[in-house]
C-alpha cells in the first residue's frame, strides 16, 4: 500500500524560481528517498536522507526530515526547464520486508 | 556502475497472449530483485519481491498465477504476464539490489505494455 502522500499532486512555476514539494508518510522509517522521473521514463535518484538526519544537500536540493511529524520536503532552487519532471519520494519501513514504498508524486512542471 | 537494463522498452501484444519482460544487472549481482507497475500519472506500485533462486514474494492483491516472475540467476529477473488483458496494460519497471537492502535498489528504464 502506499504510504507516502505528496503535496501539492502538480505544480507550475517560472523558470529561476524555487519549487518546493512535501511528502507525508506513516510508519516509522529508516531512510527517505526522492527521485525523479521523466515522463515514460525510468527513475533517477537525487537524494537519500537517514532518519537520523534533519537536512541535506545536493547541488540545487534542499531536502528535509521531520520525523516528529513523518514528513519531508523537496526544495529545488533556481529552477530550470529541464526541472519538469514527477517527483517522487519513498520510504523504507523499520519493521517489516525490506521494500520501498513510495509517495504519490508531483508533477512539477518549469515554464520557460 | 549499478546498471539495469530492461528488454524490450515497448511492447504491444494481442489480448490473451503473454508476454515476457526481462530485467538484467550488467556490473553487478543482483541478490533481490523487484518488480513495479505504474499506471499512467500514478505513483509506482510494487508487485512483488524476488530472491535469487526463489519462490517471488507478492503484495497484496497481485495475482501469482498471472505475473510470473523467475529470477534464476543473480543478473536475470524475468516477468512474464499471462493471458494479458487490456488492463494490464501499463508502464512495468523492475529495479535490482546487490545487498538486499530496500534502500538501495537501482531502477531499469521501464517496459511499456500496451495489450490491444
Known amino acids: 500500500s502506499q504510504q507516502g502522500e505528496e503535496d501539492p499532486q502538480a505544480l507550475s512555476i517560472q523558470e529561476g524560481e524555487n519549487a518546493t514539494m512535501n511528502c507525508s508518510y506513516k510508519?516509522?522509517?529508516?531512510?527517505l528517498q526522492w527521485y525523479r522521473q521523466n515522463s515514460g521514463r525510468g527513475l533517477v535518484h537525487l537524494i537519500l536522507i537517514r532518519s537520523n538526519e534533519r537536512e541535506k544537500h545536493s547541488g540545487r536540493l534542499r531536502v528535509t526530515l521531520d520525523t516528529s511529524k513523518k514528513s519531508s520536503s523537496l526544495l529545488i532552487t533556481a529552477s530550470r526547464a529541464a526541472d519538469t519532471a514527477s517527483y517522487f519520494c519513498?520510504?523504507?519501513?523499520?519493521?517489516?520486508?525490506?521494500?520501498?514504498?513510495f509517495g504519490q508524486g508531483t508533477r512539477l512542471t518549469i515554464n520557460p | 556502475g549499478a546498471v539495469v537494463s530492461q528488454h524490450p522498452s515497448r511492447v504491444i501484444c494481442k489480448s490473451g497472449t503473454s508476454v515476457k519482460i526481462e530485467c538484467r544487472s550488467l556490473?553487478?549481482?543482483?541478490?533481490?530483485m523487484f518488480w513495479y507497475r505504474q499506471f499512467p500519472k500514478q505513483s509506482l506500485m510494487l508487485m512483488a519481491t524476488?530472491?535469487?533462486?526463489?519462490?517471488?514474494?507478492?503484495e497484496q492483491g497481485v495475482e501469482k498465477d498471472k505475473f510470473l516472475i523467475n529470477h534464476a540467476s543473480l543478473t536475470l529477473s524475468t516477468l512474464t504476464v499471462t493471458s494479458a488483458h487490456p488492463e494490464d496494460s501499463s508502464f512495468y519497471i523492475c529495479?535490482?539490489?546487490?545487498?538486499?537492502?530496500?534502500?538501495?535498489?537501482?531502477f531499469g528504464p521501464g517496459t511499456r505494455l500496451t495489450v490491444t
Open positions: 524476488s530472491n535469487e533462486g526463489s519462490k517471488a514474494t507478492y
Open positions: 556490473d553487478f549481482q543482483a541478490t533481490t
Open positions: 529495479s535490482a539490489s546487490d545487498r538486499g537492502f530496500a534502500y538501495e535498489q537501482y
Open positions: 510508519t516509522s522509517i529508516n531512510n
Open positions: 519513498a520510504t523504507d519501513a523499520i519493521q517489516g520486508a525490506q521494500k520501498l514504498v
